[in-house]
């Protein structure tokens, strides 16, 4: 493969331990530019660990790691962003009583001046901020309004633009929508988006199915350390996608085991048990059932 058809980063069969926990094992994943690749997985999948390794906070134990081609070993985050390859957490690194401007350029001022006379560059900032912004398509009042007047669709907006201007070439979405209501999460999405047109690989991680298949390219599935695989949408109905990640078939073989449990504690005279057993086999298959009606809504 030439590196001019290679991916953006490429893992092989990375695998990740702290002590006797597997946080990883044997996970395989790629993106390329003008891609999204979503990275899903309820809660304790193992997402964090692996944007962790990805971002160069963590080395893996196993496997290997390539950045257009050439196998790469992070010892920092520092060494990532040197790559092209910008993470924007939850939190977002932003301080919300300072202004967009400084935000967008937080640990990388722009100065004037000479010697005791350097100054923080406002004018420089405040342009540079307008132009990124309105390129993901925020038009922004005032770049000297605070940061935390911004709706979390708009702080956002202005982490994924900051990462853009520094150079990322591979952007990482630790769980944007998460706290966001629909209106807002739509906002993101429409970012994402944005950064795909851009020509941009996005790693878009997050536990919301229809988030991700709203956007995605290709969709990677972790559960506990390990993947089912990577599809794309003609591979991988949405159904199917929630199905895996909500663990529904196991839900269901809980529902007939304590149906069992119920059906042998009342032969064995346990009425008691066996009712609350059966109350609680009941819930769960309700809980499919409206599980389902979302679905198909």
């Known amino acids: 493969m030439s590196q001019n058809s290679s991916p953006l980063i490429e893992m092989r069969n990375i695998s990740k331990y702290f002590g006797s926990v597997i946080a990883l ?17 309820d809660n304790g999948a193992g997402k964090s660990t692996l944007i962790k390794t990805l971002a160069g906070v ?38 919300p009583l300072m202004s967009i401007s400084r935000n967008f350029f937080l640990g990388s001022e722009p100065t004037t001046g000479w010697g005791v006379f350097k100054r923080f560059n406002i004018g420089f900032a405040d342009r540079v901020a307008r132009e990124e912004m309105g390129k993901m398509g925020i038009d922004i ?91 794309t949408k003609t591979e991988l109905a949405r159904e199917e996608m929630v199905r895996m990640m909500s663990g529904a078939d196991e839900l269901d073989a809980l529902s007939h085991e304590l149906a069992e449990f119920a059906r042998t504690d009342a032969l064995a005279g346990g009425e008691e048990a066996g009712e609350a057993d059966r109350q609680l086999a009941q819930a769960l298959e309700k809980s499919e059932e409206v599980f389902s009606q979302g679905m198909e809504e």
Do not use: W
């Open 141 to 231: 009042r005032d770049p000297a309004q605070p940061v935390g007047t911004l709706s979390g669709g708009e702080r956002q907006c202005v982490a994924i633009a900051r990462a853009v201007y520094f150079g990322a070439k591979v952007l990482i979405l630790d769980e944007p929508t998460a706290a966001l209501g629909v209106k807002q999460a739509g906002v993101v999405l429409r970012y994402v988006a944005q950064a795909r047109a851009r020509n941009l690989g996005v790693i878009l991680i997050t536990h919301n199915p229809h988030h991700a298949y709203a956007v995605g390219d290709r969709f990677t599935i972790l559960k506990r350390g390990r993947t089912f695989g990577t599809f």
């Open 25 to 41: 094992q044997d996970v395989s994943m790629e993106v390329n530019a003008g891609e999204v690749m979503c990275l899903l997985g």
């Open 58 to 95: 963590h080395l893996p134990d196993e496997g290997h790691y390539f950045v257009e081609g050439k196998e790469v070993h992070f010892n920092s985050p520092r060494d990532a962003l040197d790559h092209g390859i910008a993470t924007v957490y939850q939190d977002l690194a932003m301080i």
